[in-house]
């Protein structure tokens, strides 16, 4: 088997296409293998939200790093990924969460993101339909909205204008040692690195990997511009949704360029399938309109599910694997993966390179879980 490509991505999700696009782009000779198309996986079923998060300082320094990448990018960004910076709303209920609120404010502030505090009246003021008697919030305002397919297959189509190559319909049945991979058919494709991008599937090729299946639910609704203006997310969903143990649900909603508005959100492990469970899906739904009364009034068009890749400390894997120094992980994203797709895409072209990163890498590192000190969730 001769050696014909540099770097081999296997997952042509927005992830693995932020990957290409960032090696294509610095020369390496890249190639992407996907069973499936650009973003049909678990990038066609999440929600489009870029945000920056604070669960550890590592998840905000890639966060708020992968944000940038994306405001220096929106200009180029073409009409159909729906690039729409509406700001987060990070809403309290009580003073409790509205102590939260100044927690997060603080913390952001410090690291130099732009974010104010609201009042109940400023809430109101910002978000009409939510209902009377919130304590108040958080507004983060350079968080964004995009239309995750579509970002997917930009990145992609960079990739290839940087001369990648895309092989849709090619499914990989092992990572090499050397670096190349063994497709489903039994040939081979040699390599001098391959980087598994595939998400929830990532184990299926590296068992044993510490990333789990997270089952999320979405619901889409008919058109109704205006009805809210910013992604409005629950000061709870902290505490509920990024549970690592048990089945949870949050408010969160994100307006659509269309019109449109997806609600979330849910989170379930060790739920494989991909039908709806009706009793999270009411669950999910009942807490939304705790916040917003009168979406109970709206249309839903369209409910789906799909499966994130979660690791036990909420950082995703980036950088060579701890099987073999030429096989590397870009995955373990969970729900933040159209967020962090650039900063990911980034750091692992800067470390294949050689190159200085502009943020840690070391805290991404698969190597953190060597010692088994952080079990498999």
């Not at 081979?188 to 990997?209: D, F, K, Y």
């Amino acid at each position: 088997m001769s050696q014909s490509f540099d770097i081999i991505i296997v997952g042509a999700g927005i992830v693995g296409a932020a990957c290409a696009a960032e090696c294509a782009a610095a020369g390496l000779k890249t190639l992407v293998l996907d069973r499936g198309i650009v973003g049909g996986g678990t990038t066609a079923a999440g929600m489009g939200h870029i945000v920056a998060m604070d669960d550890s300082e590592a998840q905000f320094a890639l966060t708020e790093y992968s944000r940038r990448l994306w405001l220096q990018l929106r200009d180029q960004l073409s009409a159909d990924v729906e690039y729409e910076l509406c700001g987060t709303l990070w809403v309290a209920a009580d003073d409790a969460e509205m102590a939260e609120a100044r927690r997060k404010e603080k913390y952001y502030t410090e690291r130099k993101a732009r974010v104010e505090i609201l009042d109940g009246h400023g809430l109101r003021r910002a978000e009409p339909n939510l209902r009377p008697g919130l304590a108040g919030g958080l507004r983060v305002l350079d968080d964004s909205v995009v239309y995750p397919p579509c970002a997917a297959r930009f990145l992609m189509d960079k990739a290839l204008r940087h001369g990648a190559e895309f092989r849709a319909g090619a499914a990989v049945r092992a990572l090499l040692p050397d670096g190349g991979v063994e497709m489903a058919d039994g040939s081979r494709i040699g390599a001098g690195r391959s980087v598994n991008a595939t998400g929830p599937w990532s184990p299926e090729l590296m068992p044993g990997l510490p990333v789990r299946k997270r089952k999320g639910h979405l619901v889409i609704t008919d058109r109704y511009p205006g009805f809210v203006h910013h992604q409005i997310v629950e000061l709870g969903y902290l505490k509920s949704a990024h549970s690592v143990s048990k089945d949870s649900v949050a408010f969160n909603i994100q307006p659509r360029q269309t019109g449109q508005m997806l609600i979330g959100s849910s989170r379930q492990f060790d739920a494989e399938g991909a039908e709806v469970d009706h009793e999270i899906l009411s669950r999910m739904l009942a807490r939304a309109m705790e916040y917003l009364p009168s979406l109970g009034k709206l249309s839903a068009t369209r409910v789906w599910t799909g499966h994130r890749a979660a690791t036990p400390d909420k950082l995703p894997l980036i950088g060579p694997s701890l099987a073999h120094n030429r096989i590397w992980l870009a995955s373990g994203h969970e729900g933040l993966g159209i967020t962090t797709s650039l900063g990911t895409g980034r750091l692992l072209a800067d470390l294949v390179l050689g190159r200085n990163t502009e943020i840690p890498a070391q805290p991404y590192a698969p190597a953190r879980f060597a010692d088994g000190s952080v079990a498999n969730g």
